[in-house]
């Protein structure tokens, strides 16, 4: 029986999906041909510490909403809080969250009962069981995945007083931005996450981490800690498992990666796994034009696809959304221009966000996502529009 597990986990991990950059390409590592990421946030790092939406549909239906309507990807978020306690059951989870997310224990244990009555598995699985069968879901559907470690402690996400924004090891330790990022946990939490990714074939790359931020007197040294604790992530990362991309922010929220043009990471820890990621909202200081807008991302970002720098690498928008909900002027004016600018450049890209809920955020239960794709019981788009105002960010229109 023993043997005969082994060689079927081998058979699974055989056919598992290796990506690899080339330039500013992500190429398929048997073919040699592109693969665009066209993906959806999913978020997963919240207190539940499990995918969110499972109260609603079972997540069988999530991944074919996804790919019926052009997802090849689900950039997947998660705490490490999650990833280094993985034999957590579900239901212990959702008790858990009831006192730090300020909501009744038996308005989550009602959240619980639905996401069992959705998905029955549920009941006798662990969070990280969750992930796994997410993801197979996902992998049945042909869409893959980037996990991304959003936070440390499992909460709502971003800002400078929620203690998940910079490595507390650093210079200018702030409690407010850094008590709950103990960089070792974090290391422990990528390798783990890296490690258990080797059985699910679809998991293509991690996310380092989510939109980080400095506050007071951090990173005020030239971006020192920036470049040593990303390359300790980079090794971690590697460690666990060196088939997957890496993929890597800058500072600011992960709007600027502009230093990188004077100082380019060491490749060599890299290999052929590095992708570089920014985030870019209507708020993210982007002028009052459309040229400025553009110019902006083109400084802080878009200027590592040009071929043949040292730096460059695939660049892929891994947050960007607006309300689906009766969107203002001046939002709809910020999508035609972005999306010119991907159109522009045929980059990689992940819309914020997939979910039209949250299982509890900001003390409510069953939070409305006016971002989100899905509406408000992820039965179908929540703005019928939406794809098309996407335009042509999900052909693939240039190459190697």
């Given amino acids: 029986m023993l043997s005969h597990l082994i060689f079927l986990l081998l058979i ?23 693969v665009k990421l ?14 969110e939406g499972l109260q609603h549909q079972p997540a069988a239906n999530i991944a074919q909403w996804l790919s019926t309507n052009r997802f090849n990807c689900v950039r997947l978020t998660f ?14 989870s959702f008790t858990a969250a009831a006192s730090s997310v300020g909501v009744s224990a038996s308005s989550m244990q009602n959240l619980y009962n639905q996401a069992v009555s959705k998905n029955p598995w549920l009941s006798s699985s662990t969070t990280r069981g969750a992930f796994a069968r997410v993801i197979q879901e996902l992998e049945s559907h042909n869409v893959l995945v980037i996990l991304d470690n959003h936070v440390s402690r499992a909460s709502w996400c971003c800002g400078t007083s929620d203690g ?21 946990n974090w290391l422990s939490g ?13 998991v293509v790359g991690i996310s380092l981490r989510n939109e980080l931020r400095a506050a007071g007197s951090q990173d005020g040294n030239n971006h020192a800690d920036w470049y040593n604790y990303i390359t300790q992530g980079a090794r971690a990362v590697r460690e666990g498992n060196s088939n997957l991309l890496v993929v890597v922010g800058g500072v600011s929220y992960a709007l600027d990666l502009g230093f990188i043009y004077n100082k380019m990471l060491d490749r060599n820890v890299f290999g052929d796994k ?14 009052s034009t459309c040229a400025s807008h553009q110019k902006m991302m083109g400084d802080k970002a878009g200027y590592l696809l040009v071929q043949n720098k040292t730096y460059t690498g695939p660049l892929f928008l891994s947050e960007f959304g607006w309300a689906q909900n009766n969107p203002s002027a001046a939002e709809n004016a910020y999508v035609q221009c972005l999306v010119q600018y991907m159109e522009n450049n045929d980059a990689e890209w992940a819309y914020w966000a997939l979910q039209g809920s949250y299982y509890v955020r ?21 703005n019928s529009s939406t794809a098309r105002a996407l335009g042509r960010m999900f052909d693939v229109t240039q190459g190697p």
Avoid: K
């Fill in 12 to 34: 699974h991990s055989a056919t598992a999906v290796v990506l690899r950059s080339s330039g500013r390409w992500i190429l398929d590592a048997s073919t040699g041909q592109r």
């Fill in 38 to 51: 066209r993906c959806a946030n999913w978020a997963g790092h919240q207190e539940a510490s499990i995918p």
């Fill in 79 to 92: 705490s490490i809080d999650m990833a280094l306690n993985p034999n957590q059951r579900v239901s212990d």
């Fill in 164 to 184: 998940n924004g910079w490595w507390a090891s650093a210079s200018g330790y702030t409690a407010a931005n850094s008590r709950f990022f103990d960089t070792n």
């Fill in 190 to 202: 990528l390798r783990a996450m890296a490690t258990f990714s080797q059985s699910h074939p679809n």
């Fill in 274 to 287: 590095l992708v570089w990621e920014f985030h870019n909202y209507q708020w993210s200081g982007i002028g």
């Fill in 362 to 382: 900001e003390g409510r239960v069953n939070f409305d996502e006016t971002f989100g794709l899905l509406n408000s019981d992820w039965s179908g788009w929540r």
